[in-house]
Nanobody
Framework: VQLVESGGGLVQAGGSLRLSCAASGNIFSIVTMNWYRQAPGKQRELVAA???????DYADSVKGRFTISRDNRKNTVYLQMNSLKPEDTAVYLCNAYIRVPADLRGSDYWGQGTQVTVSS
């Protein structure tokens, strides 16, 4: 199983970016899909999460600005980021809890990360 992110980049404060993360491989089901971020010198933090049924949750720092969504047919999760602030600068990592036919208990999988830089 692989998770591949795309959509990061450099944007001015107040701008928008849309991140995508596609899961591929021999997948039985994807339970949750999440976005984390890690800034230099800071702990990794959960930014947003979405269940297979579409229930979402957000960090307080991004509520009202970020929207997470997923396309279950494409095994893809998106993060629409609006009104970006310099403090949103970080490496954004896709995470998913995935069941494969050989292990229906499921495991955590991570993408390689995509850099988001917001200039002031």
């Amino acid at each position: 199983v692989q998770l591949v992110e795309s959509g990061g980049g450099l944007v001015q404060a107040g701008g928008s970016l849309r991140l995508s993360c596609a899961a591929s491989g021999n997948i039985f089901s994807i339970v949750t899909m999440n976005w984390y971020r890690q800034a230099p010198g800071k702990q990794r933090e959960l930014v947003a999460a979405v269940t297979s049924g579409g229930i979402t949750d957000y960090a307080d720092s991004v509520k009202g600005r970020f929207t997470i969504s997923r396309d279950n047919r494409k095994n893809t999760v998106y993060l629409q980021m609006n009104s970006l602030k310099p403090e949103d600068t970080a490496v954004y990592l896709c995470n998913a809890y995935i069941r494969v036919p050989a292990d229906l208990r499921g495991s955590d999988y991570w993408g390689q990360g995509t850099q988001v830089t917001v200039s002031s």
